[in-house]
């Protein structure tokens, strides 16, 4: 029913800068959480920057790991259904597939959590 498309993955030199493009097609009404995640053969998936909606509690906020915090900017487009992620001072060990995650609603009754099938960012030193 929904379907989230990344690019702008591939490879770059330690100090460089890529972004990260996100776009969420199908049976949308609303997108709630979106963020990435990465992942490197072996380990399990870890989250590198989320963007939390706004709610009836207060205006929506970003979430990032420790080891990007001041290097990558996450940001959204509502109007284009999109997430991006700014990528800068890169460094090896951000080599991994990037997944993107939306938390969609199809309607008030139904949604749930989606995945994109990943774009690989490769960090040569």
């Known amino acids: 029913q929904v379907q989230l498309q990344e690019s702008g993955g591939g490879l770059v030199q330690s100090g460089g800068s890529l972004r990260l493009s996100c776009a969420a097609s199908?049976?949308?009404?609303?997108?709630?959480?979106i963020g990435w995640y990465r992942q490197v053969p072996g380990l399990q998936r870890e989250l590198v920057a989320i963007?939390?909606?706004?709610?009836?509690?207060?205006?929506?906020?970003?979430n990032y790991a420790d080891s990007v915090k001041g290097r990558f900017t996450i940001s959204r487009d509502n109007a284009k259904n999109s997430v991006y992620l700014q990528m800068d001072n890169l460094k090896p060990e951000d080599t991994a597939v990037y997944y993107c995650?939306?938390?969609?609603?199809?309607?008030?009754?139904?949604?749930?959590?989606?995945w994109g099938q990943g774009t690989q960012v490769t960090v040569s030193s």
């Open positions: 963007i939390i909606s706004d709610s009836v509690f207060g205006p929506g906020s970003t």
């Open positions: 995650n939306g938390d969609i609603q199809h309607n008030q009754y139904s949604g749930r959590v989606y």
């Open positions: 199908g049976t949308i009404s609303k997108i709630n959480n």
